[in-house]
């Protein structure tokens, strides 16, 4: 009876530690899928919850180092996630997507010529991306900023017929984010920043923007810069002690909204 006993109860543990090990290799790819369904609805503090989960299972996948970058809230140490993966899976399906994540957040930073390099990068080596219209808009912008409208423009042409149905216009005035970002020093300045999602030659299409992102329950303000004789009317979301803790919420704007971004110190712009 008691071998028979010691028998079944191996038995068990057998079934016992089968069911473990497949719950923990679906367990990971569950969290994989959850957290990638959850970016994309802008529930980022939800999807870091599951993300020990998918790190603890596969630490080296390049989704997982991904993740890692997307969710991380510090700007500095979400970079170099996506370089990270960029160094070890270059040809990964989530390489043009940190790509694209260095280049906005170059961009946000204010490195405008590093944004620029980043983004043809994209042009040129992942000519499938699904990012290629949002990558063109955004080095049209950087473009603009540093004054190199002509070029702009010749790129876009060559970027027209390149991609046939490609569905971007000559960025005007009112479609680019010209106010000044904050630049990164390494130190967290009890200073005020601000996301700003619009930048209008009309008042009138700035305080539409404004209403729009009322309703949905932002606080937002209205500011003013002038650029090159034009003045603009700024859309700013937000305030915040930190860039870090602005860049990690514009990323949840753009999830939800796919607004383009720029973080903004707002003490420089008065």
């Not at 904050?182 to 619009?198: D, F, N, P």
């Not at 009138?204 to 303000?221: E, H, I, P, T």
């Amino acid at each position: 009876m008691k071998i028979l006993f010691l028998t079944k109860l191996s038995s068990s543990i057998k079934i016992l530690l089968f069911f473990l090990i497949l719950f923990s290799m679906t367990s990971g790819a569950a969290a994989q899928s959850n957290i990638e369904s959850l970016v994309k609805e802008g529930k980022f503090n939800t999807a870091r919850e599951l993300l020990p989960a998918l790190v603890q299972e596969n630490p080296d996948d390049a989704r997982t180092i991904y993740f890692q970058g997307l969710l991380e809230k510090k700007g500095e140490s979400s970079l170099k996630y996506f370089e990270t993966l960029l160094s070890k899976y270059p040809e990964s399906e989530y390489a043009d997507d940190a790509l694209m994540q260095i280049s906005e957040y170059r961009y946000a930073r204010g490195l405008y010529i590093s944004a620029e390099r980043t983004l043809l990068m994209i042009l040129r080596e992942y000519p499938e991306s699904e990012h290629i219209e949002r990558a063109i808009n955004l080095l049209m912008q950087a473009m603009l900023v540093t004054g190199k409208a002509d070029t702009a423009k010749m790129y876009l042409d060559v970027f027209k017929k390149k991609w046939k149905d490609l569905d971007v216009e000559f960025p005007e005035i009112d479609l680019a984010n010209f106010a000044e970002p904050a630049e990164s020093t390494g130190i967290v300045k009890k200073e005020e920043y601000t996301i700003q999602i619009g930048a209008f030659g009309s008042k009138k299409n700035a305080q539409r923007q404004r209403d729009v992102f009322k309703k949905r329950g932002y606080k937002v303000s209205l500011g003013k810069k002038k650029v090159a004789n034009n003045k603009l009317h700024l859309v700013w979301v937000g305030s915040y002690s930190s860039y870090d803790d602005a860049l990690a919420e514009a990323r949840v704007l753009k999830a939800k909204f796919g607004v383009n971004y720029g973080i903004v110190d707002r003490t420089k712009t008065k």
